[in-house]
């Protein structure tokens, strides 16, 4: 409901993973539902989703549907997750920084940035080559760590 709300306002979503209402009503049949459980929790467009396409914001990617789940979002689901997509490029455009609407949130992440400023995901899982979360976080007032291979 939130993320939906932030997209309407600054275009910060780019997909939402429609097979999360069946994982949702497994995980309430389940006993252990996991530590993410009901925790909005998004990803960046270069972590791969099944049936999706991861494209990184790059073309030459794009009509390439993943066939599994990437690591990232493999341990995600594991602990009760359902990751949605957000993201900012020449592909799916340019969102608003929520702080103010005529500057970019910047950054590749900064569709992660937009996002969790306004409530719409409390965690984001993205990609930090040349600053590309620590950027556009400070642009939306938010601190952000840099992801490796054993923080998650």
Known sequence: GEALEVTWEVDCVIDFI?????????????????????????TKDHIN?????????MVKFLGQVKEEDGLTVQVLKSQGQCPFYDGNNLIFGQMLNLLIHQKSPGGSS?????LIAEGGSILDIGLDAAGSIFLPFSLCELCGLKPAGNRI
């Open 110 to 114: 900064g569709g992660e940035g937009a």
């Open 18 to 42: 429609l097979g999360c209402e069946n994982q949702l009503q497994r995980l309430k049949k389940q006993k252990e539902k996991g530590l993410l459980y009901g925790i909005p929790v998004s």
């Open 49 to 57: 989703c099944k049936g999706h396409v991861s494209s990184g914001g």
